[in-house]
């Protein structure tokens, strides 16, 4: 479980990071806080032979309140910067519950949003030494052309298990992607690609620069509700996001969003349209929870069953709605 041998690459701004990540193209991995990636290379999971260390790209970093337009959150921003963000706690709970619930608090203070964002996806059969791996037999996802999940297919089912991506989501958020050929922005639902392996719309030469909150979701009531073994610092194994705009008791605008239960975090499809204009009951929160559970698909890519886990997710929409609505 040592560390492979890899050369530390350092910028100290953006341009010296895009610049770097073209010379070394697929060669090199980026590392922000590295509480995702370090224990991934030494499971021997990648070994590049460079790592492209974020922190020294202070523009990277800082929570930034753009007046009218929203707020702008640097990649390089730890967790716990924003959890302990006022304006964040008071403008988008969401956000806010979610991100306290990652990890541990030690975690928090060197993880970052952008990792986060651009967490690997998570499978039983993946994350494992690679003495444990080539005891069982490699898999799709690294080394072998077989899926232990769902063997036959040739479709990898390992969950993106990040917990701020729905809260995210929820928010209508959007990210900025730097590259040496320019900037581009894309609000984060097409960020995602429903695949184990594939998981983002990211080239090897790109950075994820910012985090976007829309000025037009401040204010809104957030609830986010997760599934894990340990309480204290494990990843979800089922992940809720609800975020409802309310016009005195009725809602005005929603979004609900759900994570850990398939290879991209989604976006529950109309449960905003169920849910606006209408003052939230327990039977509509238990509607909307129906329909969360429909749209997860846990495989066996985890120490908990896919029926609990999808069942936990109708559960954890319907508090959700209800919290919110409350
Ligand atoms: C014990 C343990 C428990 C954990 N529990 C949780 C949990 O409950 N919830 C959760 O969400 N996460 C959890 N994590 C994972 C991790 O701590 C967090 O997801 C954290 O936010 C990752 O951020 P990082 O900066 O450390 O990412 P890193 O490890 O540095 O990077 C993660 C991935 O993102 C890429 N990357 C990082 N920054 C950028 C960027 N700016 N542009 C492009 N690519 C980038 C890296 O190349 C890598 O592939 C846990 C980790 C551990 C070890
Ligand atoms: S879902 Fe299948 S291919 Fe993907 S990591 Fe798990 S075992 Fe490997």
Known sequence: MSLPSFQLLRPKTIAEAVALLAEHDREVKIVAGGTDLLPSMKQKLFTPPYVLDLRGVSELRGIRDVAGQGVEIGALTTLSAIEHASIIRKDYSVLYEAVRTVASPVLRNMGTLGGNVCLDTRCLWYNQSLLWRKSCGFCLKKDGDLCHVAPGGKFCWAAFSGDTPPALLCLGAEIEIVSSHGVRRTPLSEFYVNDGIVRLRL????????????????????????????????????????????????????????????????????????????????????????????????????????????????????????????
């Open 203 to 326: 080239a090897p030469n790109e950075i994820v620069t910012r985090v976007f909150l829309p000025a037009s979701a401040a204010g809104w009531r957030g609830s986010y509700h997760k599934l894990r073994i340990r309480g204290s610092i494990d990843y979800p194994l089922a992940g809720v996001a609800v975020a409802l705009k309310m016009n005195q008791d009725r809602v005005a605008d929603a979004r609900v969003a759900i994570t850990a239960v398939n290879p991209a975090p989604h976006l529950v499809k109309d449960a905003d349209a169920q849910l606006i204009g209408l003052a939230p009951d327990e039977g509509l929160a238990e509607r909307i929870g129906e329909m969360a559970a429909r749209t997860a698909k846990p495989l066996t890519t985890s120490a908990l069953t896919p029926e609990y886990r999808r069942e936990m997710v109708r559960v954890f929409t319907k508090r959700a709605v209800v919290a919110c609505a409350n």
